[in-house]
Nanobody, 118 residues
Framework: QLQLVESGGGLVQPGGSLTLSCTPS????????VAWFRQAPGQGREGISCLSSNDGSTMYADSVKDRFIISKDNAKNTAYLQMNNLKPEDTAVYYC???????????WGEGTQVTVSS
């Protein structure tokens, strides 16, 4: 079964850091564009970062720009979201998404909870 598995979430104090991981099962990320989304309680799912498989370009939502870093390690077949200077408003379930660079079916993970609280 082709799927993504996120890990690395947890409880962190404001100003702290976490790194989320996204590992696929049944396929490799080499030619996939990877994106991270989040969904806070009572809100819709928000796209926050994307890493293109075509040219390696990255995109960040204004809400996380200069604090979060998206990356991918093809040797480890894992994508990451490094989150720094976390704020209470970053509290959400974080989801990984992967779609082939040439288009096609995309895959989602089941999410990992990030809670920022003192």
């Amino acid at each position: 079964q082709l799927q993504l598995v996120e890990s690395g979430g947890g409880l962190v104090q404001p100003g702290g850091s976490l790194t989320l991981s996204c590992t696929p099962s049944g396929f490799t990320l080499d030619y996939y564009t990877v994106a991270w989304f989040r969904q806070a309680p009572g809100q819709g799912r928000e796209g926050i970062s994307c890493l293109s498989s075509n040219d390696g370009s990255t995109m960040y939502a204004d809400s996380v720009k200069d604090r979060f870093i998206i990356s991918k390690d093809n040797a480890k077949n894992t994508a990451y979201l490094q989150m720094n200077n976390l704020k209470p408003e970053d509290t959400a379930v974080y989801y990984c998404n992967a779609v082939p660079g040439v288009g096609g079916m995309d895959y989602w993970g089941e999410g990992t909870q990030v809670t920022v609280s003192s």
